[in-house]
């Protein structure tokens, strides 16, 4: 089954609204990690977060190893946040198993 | 921030074909990855390697052959294409493995078997 589950599978937001995006893991985890692909493809790093909570401008990511999940948090969406969110998990044997995403749309 | 550099960016060829994609990384990182994206599958690991010289086996190898000649570069090699590998292709390096290691991703190469 999938080892890496992420909701919701799609999103639609107002600008300035709010967003929460869930990882959850099937098996332990070492460690994971946020991505942003913008539209074209490319992909960049957002946030390496093992464990705790990390904020980078509108962003905060939260991973809690012990319960397998981690979130997301996007604070007043802008129409440049447009995209999908993948995040990847680092197993106990130094496997990296990507999500499918969140595909997020943010309308003005 | 490190730069990682794909080549081509999107090419077709035909069923049989043969296809090189290029990966370039100027960060002295040890570390460079192969993977696929596909809808429904998320990336998935072709192959991988710790340094020139050395390969490792991925997740889903089957069809596909890499080479890492020095520590800058590494290739993905599809020697009898088929329409199976029509995907987008990533490659990725971090400076050690995966644990504690930030991936950095290059822009990707979408590549089309007709």
């Known amino acids: 089954g999938q080892q890496v589950q992420q909701s919701p599978a799609s999103l639609v937001l107002q600008e300035g609204e709010n967003a929460e995006l869930q990882c959850n893991f099937s098996?332990?985890?070492?460690?994971m990690q946020w991505f942003y692909q913008r539209p074209e493809g490319s992909l960049v790093s957002l946030f390496y977060?093992?464990?705790g909570t990390k904020q980078s401008g509108r962003l905060t990511s939260t991973t809690v190893i012990k319960e397998r999940r981690s979130s997301l948090h996007i604070s007043s969406s802008q129409i440049t946040d447009s995209g999908t969110y993948l995040c990847?998990?680092?197993?106990?044997?130094?496997?990296?198993?990507f999500g499918t995403g969140t595909r997020l749309q943010v309308s003005p | 921030e490190a730069a990682v550099t794909q080549s081509p960016r999107n090419k077709v060829t035909v069923t049989g074909g043969n296809v090189t994609l290029s990966c370039r990384q100027t960060?002295?990182?040890?570390?460079m990855y192969w993977y696929r994206q596909d809808t429904g599958h998320g990336l998935r690991l072709i192959h991988y390697?710790?340094?020139?010289?050395?390969?490792q086996i991925g997740d889903v190898p089957d069809g596909y052959k890499a080479t890492r000649t020095t520590q800058e570069d590494f290739f993905l090699l599809l020697e009898l294409a088929s329409p199976s590998q029509t995907s987008l292709y990533f490659c990725?390096?971090?400076?050690?493995?995966?644990?504690?290691?930030?991936?950095?991703f290059g822009e990707g190469s979408r590549l089309i078997v007709v």
């Open positions: 990847a998990m680092v197993s106990n044997t130094d496997k990296v198993v």
């Open positions: 977060n093992p464990s």
């Open positions: 098996t332990s985890l070492n460690s």
């Open positions: 990725a390096s971090s400076e050690q493995g995966y644990s504690g290691n930030t991936l950095y």
């Open positions: 390697s710790y340094g020139a010289g050395n390969l």
């Open positions: 960060n002295s990182h040890n570390y």
